[in-house]
């Protein structure tokens, strides 16, 4: 399975943000919307990606004053990402070397969308799913001794 077959299960909504916003701006949104990313552009690229465990940084490096902090303060700059013809066990690898929980899609510097760990994991069971099925079917079609196959 291919990076661009989950996305197409998953969709392609994006969320995205401005480095030079808070960080209170960008916990709203997350919350709002229920994602633990948001991809950071500035002047039309991806310069970067907040994902949950930057804030919780964020948040504690800042203490009582965590809210105004930058996005730009707080981001991963430049984070690995995946292009849309990646096999999965090469993203699942990607992600478990470089502990990245999210992974940015980019197609020729076009942000397609973010996979994370959980859309992986997803895949993964649907695809040993539809797996065992064709084999519990095979099985229940086994050939009868004499008979060809």
């Given at each position: 399975?291919?990076?661009?077959?989950?996305?197409?299960?998953?969709?392609?909504?994006?969320?995205?943000?401005?480095?030079?916003?808070?960080?209170?701006?960008?916990?709203?949104?997350?919350?709002?919307?229920?994602?633990?990313?948001l991809v950071v552009f500035?002047?039309?690229?991806?310069?970067?990606?907040?994902?949950f465990r930057e804030v919780l940084h964020a948040v504690q490096a800042g203490g009582t004053e965590w809210a105004g902090t930058t996005i730009a303060d707080a981001m991963v700059r430049d984070p690995l990402s995946a292009g849309p013809n990646m096999e999965m066990d090469e993203l699942r690898r990607h992600m478990v070397d470089h502990h990245q929980r999210y992974m940015p899609v980019m197609d020729d510097g076009t942000l397609l969308g973010v996979i994370s760990f959980h859309d992986v994991a997803k895949a993964v069971l649907e695809e040993q799913s539809f797996e065992n099925r064709m084999l519990k079917n095979y099985i229940r079609n086994w050939p009868e001794e004499g008979e060809e196959a």
């Open positions: 399975m291919q990076v661009s077959e989950i996305l197409a299960i998953k969709g392609k909504v994006l969320y995205t943000i401005a480095p030079n916003r808070s960080l209170s701006e960008a916990v709203a949104i997350m919350n709002e919307q229920d994602v633990g990313s500035e002047h039309g690229k991806m310069a970067g990606i907040l994902t």
